[in-house]
Nanobody, 126 residues
Framework: QVQLVESGGGLVQTGSSLRVSCAASGLTFGLYAMGWFRQAPGKEREYVAAISRSGATIDYAESVNGRFTISRDNSRNTVYLQMSGLKPEDTAVYYC???????????????????WGQGTQVTVSS
């Protein structure tokens, strides 16, 4: 079955950098667009970034644009989220998600995604 496993979360200070990873199995990774979402305590899950199946098209939420970088390595079945300039408001559980793509695009709505990981906690202290 399809599995998405996030890793790399942790506790960091304001202004630090951190990279979270998501390893996929049970699917043909290169056929799936990928996304990162996050959910803070008491808040709804929100979109962070997305990447098309080839990596050619990328999109970011306004709140992270210029600070976060999404990338993927199709040979390793892995998608990454490099985070820099972290702020306390970035504290959340970060989830990766996958959607079968037929149109070489990215997807920014959680409802569009078929598969989800279990999440990794990122905590930014002030």
């Amino acid at each position: 079955q399809v599995q998405l496993v996030e890793s790399g979360g942790g506790l960091v200070q304001t202004g630090s950098s951190l990279r979270v990873s998501c390893a996929a199995s049970g699917l043909t990774f290169g056929l799936y667009a990928m996304g990162w979402f996050r959910q803070a305590p008491g808040k709804e899950r929100e979109y962070v970034a997305a990447i098309s199946r080839s990596g050619a098209t990328i999109d970011y939420a306004e709140s992270v644009n210029g600070r976060f970088t999404i990338s993927r390595d199709n040979s390793r079945n892995t998608v990454y989220l490099q985070m820099s300039g972290l702020k306390p408001e970035d504290t959340a559980v970060y989830y990766c998600a996958a959607v079968r793509d037929y149109s070489r695009r990215y997807y920014y709505m959680a409802s569009q995604y078929n598969y989800w990981g279990q999440g990794t906690q990122v905590t930014v202290s002030s």
